[in-house]
Each structure stands twice: as C-alpha cells, then as structure tokens.
Antibody
Framework: EVQLLESGGGLVQPGGSLRLSCAAS????????MSWVRQAPGKGLEWVST????????YYADSVRGRFTISRDNSKNTLYLQMNSLRADDTAVYYC??????????????WGQGTLVTVSS | DIQMTQSPSSLSASVGDRVTITCRAS??????LNWYQQKPGKAPKVLIY???SLQSGVPSRFSGSGSGTDFTLTISSLQPEDFAAYYC?????????FGGGTKVEIK
C-alpha cells in the first residue's frame, strides 16, 4: 500500500523557516515525480512545487519561488520542502502528493494526510 | 498560467439527485483535466483523471466528460457519502492549477 507521511509542520514566526518532510513507502519512490500542494484554512487547493524523479528539475508557484526549495533523497524515500522567509499567507495544511508516473504534468495520487504550518507572531 | 473556473461554488442536493459540476479552463487543455473529492479534515482523493477515466475503486455513479476548455463531473445518483468538496485540476502545463472548488451539501 502506498503511504505518504508528512512531518515538520508547526507554529513559526513571520520571517522564520521550517522544513517539511514526507516519508514515502509502498512504491519505488525514485520512479515518480512528487509534489507539494497546500490548502489555507477554509480555502481551496494550491499547487506549491514539483520535483522530477531524480531531483534534477524543480518547479514552483510564483507565490513561493525564491523562498521555498523542494528536494528529495531517493536513498531515504523522502521528499522535503524547505520554507524560508515565511509569511502569514503561507499558513496552510501542506500535503505531499505522488504523481502516477514520472511525468510532472499529471494528477496527484495519493496524497499524504497533511501537516499544518501556522505563521504567526 | 491557466485559470480554472468551477461552478457552482456550492450546491444543495438530495440523496438520489443527479448532480453536475462544471469546470472551465482559460485556454484549451485538451483532455488534461482531473477531478478530486475532499471530505472535511481529510486529504483530497482523485476520482477521475484525464477527463473521463475513473480511478480504481471509485463508484461508477461518478463520470466525467468534456474537452478543450469545458468539462463536467456528474454524479448520477447522489449518495450520503458524496457530500464533500470537489475540485478540478488541469495537468496540461506547469503551474498545475485547481478550480476554486464546489461544496456539495445536503438539502
């Protein structure tokens, strides 16, 4: 069974940093593109970032480019999201999501359970 | 960027009703359109991918259609477990974008 387990969320002050992790199991992690998607409280879904299978190519939403960095460690079956210069509007549940194959232009399946990031003083 | 517009943003329906949700793309996305269901406090799950392919395990009362810029998700006979939020998502190009969502509530 494919499982994605996020961790690393919490309360952080504006301007601070946080690193999210997503531990993957039940599939050959290195064979699939991976993404982060977020959802602000009571709002819709927003794509944040995607990384290709080997980590050589990364893509970001304009709202996070230059502040967030996606990465992966295929030897540890883990996806990361380093978040710097956090702002109040980054407050959201962050989901890790697997793509159905190596292509980044595809859907998300499955999703992790999410980890809440709250940016507040 | 491709903008995705869903309508309605919410609807009230009864068990057994036929429900249709529409999604419009700001430019042609061929058939690269996916639908998700999200229940309160839970992660989204994919229902339909590439317009009309039903994800394994999803009941056949869910169906999708469309092409180009206009797409629909249809629930043929609404069941109690279908009350949830639904989102469309285009996978034609980066940035991957979602519609604003449709909340299906009990009438």
């Amino acid at each position: 069974e494919v499982q994605l387990l996020e961790s690393g969320g919490g309360l952080v002050q504006p301007g601070g940093s946080l690193r999210l992790s997503c531990a993957a199991s039940g599939f050959t992690f290195s064979g699939y593109a991976m993404s982060w998607v977020r959802q602000a409280p009571g709002k819709g879904l927003e794509w944040v970032s995607t990384i290709t299978t080997g980590g050589g190519n990364t893509y970001y939403a304009d709202s996070v480019r230059g502040r967030f960095t996606i990465s992966r460690d295929n030897s540890k079956n883990t996806l990361y999201l380093q978040m710097n210069s956090l702002r109040a509007d980054d407050t959201a549940v962050y989901y890790c999501a697997k793509h159905p194959f190596e292509y980044i232009t595809s859907w998300f399946d499955p999703w992790g359970q999410g980890t809440l990031v709250t940016v507040s003083s | 960027d491709i903008q995705m517009t869903q309508s309605p943003s919410s609807l009230s329906a009864s068990v057994g009703d036929r429900v249709t949700i529409t999604c419009r793309a700001s430019q042609s996305i061929s058939n690269y359109l996916n639908w998700y269901q999200q229940k309160p406090g839970k992660a989204p799950k994919v229902l339909i991918y590439t317009t009309s392919s039903l994800q394994s395990g999803v009941p056949s009362r869910f169906s999708g259609s469309g092409s180009g810029t206009d797409f629909t998700l249809t629930i043929s006979s609404l069941q109690p477990e279908d009350f949830a939020a639904y989102y469309c998502q285009q996978s034609y190009s980066i940035p991957l974008t979602f519609g604003g969502g449709t909340k299906v509530e009990i009438k």
